[in-house]
């Protein structure tokens, strides 16, 4: 039997859930910041590698 979820509930939801993700990003910024791109390590391992 599924449940029936109003609108109300699933703006509750991602209200709740915008809140959480705003919590972490606060706690750990360098997750924010670093997400999707190279070390400056990769970049220059990537640049001497002979494919």
């Known amino acids: 039997m599924s449940e029936v979820i109003t609108e109300q509930e ?6 709740a859930l915008r809140a959480e993700a705003k919590a972490v990003r606060k706690e750990n910024p360098e997750a924010r910041g670093r997400a ?6 990769d970049v220059v ?3 001497e590698m002979n494919w």
């Open 10 to 15: 699933l703006q509750a939801e991602i209200a």
């Open 45 to 47: 391992f990537a640049a």
């Open 36 to 41: 999707g791109h190279p070390a400056q390590g």
